[in-house]
């Protein structure tokens, strides 16, 4: 099974980008979760998306201001984040579980990709 993140890149507070995590190799029934890391800091929830689409979780920080989607035709899973901060800086890293539940924990997700750079500047 591989991950694929791609999406990343520098942009300024307030604007937008879409992340997108490929997942190849056992591509059904699994959920996906997206993660960070930011410098110095431990890796976080951000948001997480259930096989249907028809759950989704995402941390406080984020609400409102990204949208976590799915397209399983093409095993793609999406995370639409507008309205940057600064402090959304981090490593994005996808997930995939293959659980029965929707979860907010590492430790549930079998398989991780290898992230991709977000950088928001002031």
């Known amino acids: 099974v591989q991950l694929q993140a791609s999406g990343g890149g520098l942009v300024q507070a307030g604007d937008s980008l879409r992340l997108s995590c490929v997942v190849s190799?056992?591509?059904?029934?699994?959920?996906t979760g997206w993660f960070r890391q930011a410098p110095g800091k431990e890796r976080e929830f951000v948001a997480a998306?259930?096989?249907?689409?028809?759950?989704?979780s995402y941390v406080d920080s984020v609400k409102g201001r990204f949208t976590i989607s799915r397209d399983n035709a093409k095993n793609t899973v999406h995370l639409q984040m507008n309205s940057l901060k600064p402090e959304d800086t981090a490593v994005y890293y996808c997930a995939a579980d293959w659980g029965a539940q929707l979860s907010q924990s590492e430790r549930a997700y079998d398989y991780w990709g290898k992230g991709t750079l977000v950088t928001v500047s002031s």
């Open positions: 190799g056992r591509t059904s029934r699994y959920s």
């Open positions: 998306i259930s096989w249907s689409g028809d759950l989704t």
